[in-house]
């Protein structure tokens, strides 16, 4: 009896260890802060409240022309009112950087850095996403209209993904369609053609995918590669060829995704050419080289392998600052959502299942609770790096040497290395460390496979393996940070002072860890993220 009662007591602790890690709850905890209601329908009047009518539309473009009246007052009350329109002035206010008048670009750049630098320029976000997550749960009637009018306004590549997920998890694949998003396939704003090509294009119907095709032609190709995309899964063999035309045509980071979905589709017939540095002829020989592996493969791919969305992040961000003794976790909005605090040196931490955080730091390797608690723990020596193997195994470095427990915590091998700040173990299953010559490979058995040389400068810090054979890795000494391709071949750099933790985010962008902070760099090395640190950070990942 008394085992009884022990074993349900387990059970309600686990139970409310998952709620509070529940993204769910935590929607609602943040909606509810902001005095948002929760239901549906007050999920749909905040929405609602948040789309621009036509009448606001005039008028924001009419304020916009009016940062070039010749009349000193008037430019500046216009100023005035778009600023006060804030997120939602936004896109035009970028429009209006490619005017003519002098005076209206700066005051429009002008106005655009202030709402950047304004409160919550990051965190607003973080609203508009839990709302839209949660209408996927509620799934009241009139959410697909009311998110349709409402995507014009989203100007962030997160919100606009995740009120695509909504639609397409509200619109089932079989049965009737909602008029509403057939209408959209016509609509005079990009976006909401895209979306409701993003939904219909993989509907079971062949009729309605009929309807999607003649937007693989659209004049915007941000509908192009909607409509392409969800042919695709939709099973349209023939959205494969405009699809792979688009990586003439569209931004670089976009040509990206479109590169990585690619991949996935061909697996091992996959072209050794890559998009590189986006250039144009990098861009042409890369087209032909997907060109020639359709006319081979085209007829044989499996599209099952590009369906849907990869599953979304929470969009929590952990943070190892090894001189202040202290890991953390954060959401996108910057606030810390908890925190452990007097570890001794942590090197490494991760997020494991049961809301559990495998940390390294001079002690060994350990497990804890969110509060600090250590519910199991190992001995190592002087570790700086860990993992948590798919098969349960726990991988563990330190500067000389590399090792795998079981999960009893028994070691399986250990083998010396000539010493490396940046370790890591491979998806498939090879070690890599970095030396000044580059990043070397090994297998378990300790045997060198090769060497990807890499740039000769000293204080190569951190490593994470990428598809497709590339490597992103970061220097402390330069503040580099650099993909590489299997030769070595630089494809992307950005720079970060004192970079040192890398991880790839799954739109291409990558965080950086560093001295009193991390930042999100966008694929053209711009800072789109930040979140201020006490001290330096030595590792950080998202999940």
């Known amino acids: 009896m008394r085992r009884c009662a022990a074993a349900v007591m387990a059970l309600v602790i686990l139970g409310a260890l998952g709620r509070a890690d529940d993204p769910i709850a935590e929607d ?50 216009a100023s005035k009112e778009l600023l006060q329109r804030g997120r939602a002035a936004r896109p035009f206010l970028r429009a209006a950087l490619q005017a003519e008048d002098p005076e209206v670009r700066r005051r429009a750049q002008d106005c655009l850095d202030e709402i950047e630098r304004g409160p919550g320029s990051h965190g607003d976000t973080a609203i508009p996403l839990a709302g839209a997550r949660l209408l996927r749960q509620r799934a009241p009637a009139q959410a697909i209209t009311v998110l349709l009018a409402y995507l014009p306004q989203a100007d962030d590549a997160d919100i606009e993904e995740t009120i695509l997920e909504t639609l397409v998890s509200l619109s089932p694949r079989t049965g009737r369609v909602d008029p509403v998003l057939l209408s959209a396939l016509e609509d005079s704003s990009a976006l909401r053609r895209g979306a409701a090509a993003w939904v219909l294009g993989r509907h079971g119907e062949a009729k309605i995918r009929l309807a999607v095709q003649k937007l693989l ?45 690619l991949y996935r589709l061909a697996g091992e017939h996959s072209p050794s050419t ?54 953390w976790e954060c959401g996108l909005d910057g606030k810390t959502r908890w925190e452990i605090r007097n570890v001794q040196g942590p090197m490494d931490a991760w997020v494991v299942k049961n809301n559990r955080v495998l940390l390294v730091d001079q002690n060994g390797i350990s497990e804890r609770d969110f509060q600090g608690k250590i519910l199991w723990t190992a001995k190592v020596s002087d570790p700086n790096g860990c993992q948590r193997l798919p098969n349960g195994h726990t991988f563990v470095s330190s500067y000389s040497s590399v090792l795998e427990l079981d999960r009893e915590g028994k070691e399986l091998y250990k083998h010396t290395i000539p010493g490396s700040n940046a370790i890591r173990m491979h998806r498939n299953g090879t070690i890599l460390y970095v030396r000044a010559e580059g990043i070397v490979r090994m297998d378990r058995s300790g045997k060198q496979l090769g060497t990807v040389p890499l740039p000769r400068e000293g204080m190569w810090v951190g490593i994470e393996d990428l598809p497709n054979d590339r490597y992103l890795v970061a220097n402390s000494g330069s503040g580099r940070v650099v993909e590489v391709d299997a030769t070595g071949k630089i494809l992307w750099e950005g720079k970060v002072a004192g970079a040192c933790g890398v991880t790839r985010l799954p739109n291409g962008h990558t965080l950086v860890a560093a001295p009193m902070h991390v930042v999100q760099l966008d694929r053209e090395g711009k800072v789109v993220w930040e979140k201020k640190a006490e001290g330096y950070v030595r590792r950080v990942h998202r999940r």
Request: charged share 30%; glycine share 10%; net charge positive.
């Open 217 to 261: 032609t659209d004049r915007a190709w941000e509908v192009r590669y909607r409509a392409s995309y969800a042919l695709l899964v939709g099973g349209e063999r023939s959205a494969l060829s405009p699809l792979i035309d688009l990586l003439m045509d569209v931004p670089l980071s976009r040509a990206w995704v479109i590169e990585d979905g």
């Open 28 to 77: 609602e905890k943040l909606l509810r802060s902001q005095g948002i209601a929760n239901d549906g329908p007050g999920l749909l009047d905040y929405f609602r409240k948040q789309t621009l009518s036509e009448a606001d539309r005039r008028q924001i473009g009419q304020w916009i022309v009016a940062l070039g009246d010749r009349r000193f007052a008037t430019r500046e009350k």
């Open 274 to 327: 890559s998009l590189g540095d986006g250039s144009r002829e990098m861009r042409a020989a890369c087209h032909k080289a997907w060109r020639g592996w359709l006319e081979s493969h085209g007829t044989k791919v499996e599209l099952a392998r590009l369906e849907s969305t990869p599953d979304r992040m929470l969009g929590f961000t952990l943070g190892i600052e090894y001189n202040t003794s202290r890991v």
